[in-house]
């Protein structure tokens, strides 16, 4: 990976360019991360967040990979206002393992709560709502109820 969190609370992953690698960024398990402002680019999978809780992914460029963002067995998840341009599949969430999920609620005492995909900029305007695919037990996918019309202007990004 290009920048990995193994295990972490309270993670910020800010300001950065990572491309070409297998996976741009990777977090997981962790709580309470933010993953914003960067630029991943030419990667197998642009941001991958697994086993995680309440991450944040704000305001990043994610361009040109085989998979733009991929979450799976997280919860309270916000991905919000990326721009998606020419990735192969822009996003996915593998929420299957609803045993992993609810030991947050057992084990951290935590609440489980939907994954929220609002605002980001899916490779062209769009007038009606952008699916994300994914697997819940069998199929089901998350919505994406705002996207963007035009591509966020990110500082410091190409």
Not at 52 to 80: F, P, Q, W
Not at 85 to 100: M, P, T, V, W, Y
């Amino acid at each position: 990976a290009g920048i990995f969190i193994l295990m972490g609370w309270n993670n910020t992953v800010r300001g950065n360019i990572v491309s070409q690698s297998e996976m741009g960024i990777m977090v997981g398990p962790a709580m309470n991360s933010n993953i914003s402002l960067n630029d991943i680019s030419e990667s197998n999978v642009g941001v991958l967040v697994i086993d995680s809780y309440n991450t944040m992914v704000y305001r990043n460029n994610v361009s040109h990979n085989e998979l733009g963002v991929c979450t799976g067995v997280t919860s309270a998840d916000k991905i919000l206002q990326n721009n998606f341009i020419g990735n192969n599949r822009s996003a996915i969430s593998i929420q299957g393992f609803l045993s992993k999920i609810k030991s947050l609620k057992i084990n951290l005492d935590l609440p489980i709560r939907r994954n929220v995909w609002k605002g980001n900029y899916w490779d062209g305007p769009r007038s009606s709502p952008y699916m994300i695919p994914g697997v819940f037990l069998k199929f089901s996918f998350q919505v994406d109820w705002h996207p963007a019309q035009e591509p966020y202007d990110i500082p410091g990004m190409r």
